[in-house]
């Protein structure tokens, strides 16, 4: 049999293949622009991304001959090695492949590291937008959701982080603005009429804090009480306060007719109750990234801890598809004290 061997191996070119899944073959039929890149994060990786989805590429080695073919019911392989300018479908071509990429599917992100905080004042001038998308393990959808979220803003072409400072202080003006002028914050907000209501304000700063802390084109009130309440928090510091206390001192943050409930259990994963009805401030980020190292510092700080408060704290290190428990009664125990779950080291 005359087979026609088209892919064979070059000094300057050779074959790499990528398994497609249906999401991406789906992409590549809709035209859409499929990017292989390397991130600039902390921890570096290969990536490939479509217009809203992103893959990471693992290299999967093995020693099979590969087949490329075309499908059909009858395969004419003498076709190709004849040169017939239409044949019929069937093999192009055999050769051997030592490895294949495999796709992931992953949630792209944004390491917020590579972006200087704004503070107010001067623009840091490190990354542009361009670079910053570029240099992120991440599809431009994704982007643009991730952007907003962590309070992101494009100043003088550069990327910046809105600095805590920043964001608490222009979210308040907005907040006062709208109650103001007797716009109700539960309907679509006029975001180019709160831009000038804010002439003191760069228009920049004020539509990335209001994307913030909008889902769609109305305010998330959640994620606004949720903000003041964990800002209320850190300055507890290691203060430990009374449940109704801290209730007053989260309302007394917020500006005055500003009416919407308030709930302590929103706060869960930056707070715990070493007493029964009072509360403290934890700070996550200085908590280790190792699940067994965590839950020996959560252990060492109380001995005891309400259930959703101790998973509220590990959550981001459970593996998707696997359940907290699965972690919880590896390095600790879980056990049922009159009502409620409680948390303890084995």
């Known amino acids: 049999m005359d087979i026609y061997r088209q892919l064979s191996t070059s000094d300057t070119a050779h074959y790499k293949l990528v398994q497609l899944n249906p999401e991406l073959v789906s992409a590549i039929e ?5 990017v292989i890149k390397q991130s600039a994060t902390s921890e570096p990786q290969l ?6 989805s992103t893959w990471k590429i693992r290299q999967m080695n093995h020693s099979n001959s590969v087949l490329l073919m075309q499908e059909s ?26 490895y294949e990429y ?12 590579m ?25 431009p959808a994704e982007f643009a959701e991730a952007w907003s979220k ?4 494009e100043l003088d072409g550069y990327a910046v982080i809105l600095s805590t400072e920043v964001v ?6 907005v907040l006062t603005t709208l109650i103001a002028h007797q716009v109700d914050y539960n309907e679509k907000l006029p975001v180019e009429d709160i831009i000038n209501w804010l002439p003191s304000e760069s228009p920049a700063v004020v539509r990335s804090v209001v994307a913030k802390f909008c889902q769609g084109d109305k305010l998330d009130n959640n994620a606004v009480v949720r903000w003041f309440g964990i800002e209320k928090l850190k300055d507890l510091k290691n203060q430990t306060v009374v449940h109704k206390i801290f209730l007053l001192k ?3 943050s917020l500006p005055e007719f500003y009416s919407v409930p308030l709930d302590i259990a929103e706060l869960k994963g930056y707070y715990f109750t070493p007493v029964d009805g009072m509360i403290q401030y934890i700070d996550k980020d200085s908590l280790a990234n190792d699940i067994k190292v965590r839950v020996a510092q959560l252990l060492d700080r109380q001995r005891q801890w309400d259930y959703d408060e101790f998973v509220s704290l590990i959550d981001d290190l459970v593996p998707a598809g696997k359940k907290p428990d699965t972690l919880i009664m590896k390095h600790a125990r879980k056990k049922r004290v009159g009502s409620k779950f409680v948390v303890t080291s084995r």
């Open 168 to 173: 608490s202080r222009v979210l308040y003006l």
């Open 150 to 153: 962590l309070g992101g803003c």
């Open 250 to 252: 989260w309302k007394s």
């Open 115 to 139: 972006i200087p905080i704004y503070t107010g004042g001067d623009v840091p001038k490190k990354v542009s937008m361009a670079q910053l998308l570029d240099d992120s393990p991440v599809s």
């Open 30 to 34: 809709k035209g859409e622009e499929i």
């Open 102 to 113: 495999e796709l992931t599917a992953m949630k792209g992100y944004i390491d917020p590291q």
């Open 73 to 98: 019911k009858d395969m004419n392989v003498g076709a190709y090695a004849s040169g017939a300018s239409d044949p019929e479908p069937g093999m192009v071509g055999v050769a051997l492949c030592t």
């Open 47 to 52: 990536v490939m991304t479509s217009a809203a």
